[in-house]
């Protein structure tokens, strides 16, 4: 997969492709970064991109020309149908669906916003896609696209050593994962769950959907509602919500 950010800060974004799953899928040929600069396709000494908003305000606007043309450099090297995407607090909130989407793509340019936003012009012109990792406010894009980055990475095909990582990933069945344990089995008094260690399959399989279903409930309910639960999976999850009483 290719993947071009747009951003003048693109040594920021740089560091994410430098450890962990994204490393290792760019040194494995799977995943390519380019950056493009909008600093770079300006034509004044201080190569300035941003201006003060019409119609007065505080801070100030990226400009159209420098982000237009940094984008369509990047699209000249991706391949055709790469979308481009804005983050930007106004975007759809990403989620698991949409790496999901993207990781099925041939490429995608990832623009990350700056000071008080984009001007609006440029975003209809050439974006395709606004995202937001959610209701809050960063400085910039960067953080947002590091993160849209790392997401997408790890589902590409041969970057994780297991395949079933990504499919037993929370959200990936819609719901929060289940919890996870290591050695040793005691530690400060606290045990590991029994039925981890009785080697039964479809008792821990069943044990860990149980555990997904309720901690989802318990902590993001919205995602069980959005199940519409089978007499199974409701009957998984009244056994956990009895077991926490009993504890």
């Known amino acids: 997969m290719h993947i071009a950010v747009v951003s003048i800060f693109p040594d920021m974004v740089g560091h994410v492709a430098e450890y962990g799953v994204v490393g290792r899928a760019k040194d494995r040929g799977l ?24 119609g007065g305000g505080p801070g100030m606007v990226l400009k159209y020309e420098p982000v237009a043309k940094a984008i369509r450099v990047a699209k000249d090297a991706l391949p055709a149908d790469s979308p481009v995407v804005c983050l930007t607090p106004q975007g759809g909130v990403f989620d698991q669906a949409a790496a999901q989407r ?7 340019i990832l623009l990350a916003g700056r000071y008080e936003g984009i001007d609006e012009r ?4 050439e974006v395709d896609e606004e995202l937001s990792l959610g209701d809050f406010v960063m400085s910039g894009g960067e953080i947002a696209a590091m993160a849209v980055i790392d ?16 499919a037993q990933d929370s959200f990936m069945q819609g719901l929060l994962d289940h919890p996870h344990y290591t050695r040793p089995e005691c530690v400060d008094g606290h045990r590991v769950p029994a039925v981890l260690l009785s080697g039964n399959h479809a008792r821990i399989a069943r044990w860990r959907y149980k555990q997904a279903l309720g901690r989802s409930f318990l902590r993001r309910p919205e995602l069980v509602e959005r199940l519409k639960l089978s007499q199974e999976q409701q009957k998984l999850l009244d056994e956990f919500l009895k077991e926490q009483v009993r504890v």
């Open 31 to 54: 995943l390519s970064l380019h950056y493009e600069n909008p600093r770079d396709y300006t034509d004044d000494g201080h190569r300035t991109v941003d201006d003060r908003p019409y």
């Open 151 to 166: 997401a997408v990475a790890r589902l590409l095909p041969g970057v994780l050593g297991d395949e079933e990582s990504a």
């Open 102 to 108: 993207f990781a099925k793509m041939p490429g995608m």
């Open 122 to 125: 440029l975003i209809d012109a």
